[in-house]
């Protein structure tokens, strides 16, 4: 018989509230109730109340993104279709999108935003890992940041999106990365041309940059 962890106890129970309540205190006192989990070990476990569930609802997300990555064959697409894939792996592990309108309610709140961003940064990193990126010059900064849009443009279009099979938010995702590979390929170019060849000075001090924790060089950023 398997046992069951407590937190995820805590979380399916929240997730039965979060529609009506949000992530609050009433969400958490209910999933408290409903899990028969002892009021002292959830405390203990989400000091911050349902905002702890709510992190820990976007982290199973992101486990359950890299779990189908894993199972799915992606070896015939390019590395581009490969992110997007990720995205949209992403959003299909959604059990529940109210539960994610809501928590982008909560983390619009200033005493969270932090929280949000670290939460969307961690997302986008464990896409690049996913695909193997082991980039540890300023390419490892603007990988993240640049996917860190793509993807929170793509979730608000999709918390509104009610096409079928939610196509419409698929092609957003398609548009949104066809425009960084445009400005990859803008941005090469430069690099070939006559100025960007007398810049290469001050572009190779920025390349040397190296991000905190990173690993070895992987070169190009969004390749097709």
Not at 143 to 157: E, F, P
Not at 176 to 195: D, H, L, T, W, Y
């Amino acid at each position: 018989m398997s046992v069951v962890d407590p937190k995820d106890a805590l979380l399916d129970a929240a997730l039965m509230h979060v529609a009506f309540d949000g992530w609050s205190d009433a969400t958490f006192e209910a999933a408290i109730a409903d899990s028969d989990v002892e009021s002292a070990l959830a405390h203990a476990l989400c000091p911050r109340g349902a905002v702890d569930l709510a992190v820990a609802y976007h982290k199973r997300g992101d486990a359950m993104m890299l779990a189908r990555f894993e199972a799915e064959d992606v070896s015939e697409l390019r590395y581009s279709e490969k992110v997007a894939a990720l995205v949209r792996f992403r959003l299909e592990a959604v059990e529940d999108k109210e539960a994610v309108r809501r928590g982008t309610t909560l983390f619009a709140l200033p005493q969270y935003t932090t929280t949000g961003a670290q939460l969307v940064w961690g997302t986008c990193d464990a896409i690049w890992n996913a695909l193997g990126d082991t980039s540890d010059d300023v390419n490892w900064y603007t990988k993240r940041v640049t996917l860190s849009a793509v993807y929170t443009s793509t979730v608000l279009y999709w918390l509104g999106d009610e096409s079928e099979g939610q196509g419409d938010t698929w092609a957003f995702l398609d548009r949104r990365i066809e425009n960084v590979m445009q400005f990859e390929k803008v941005k090469a170019s430069f690099r070939k041309s006559a100025f960007g060849k007398l810049m290469e000075g001050p572009l190779s001090m920025l390349d040397g940059i190296k991000a905190p924790g990173a690993k070895n060089d992987m070169p190009g950023q969004w390749r097709g």
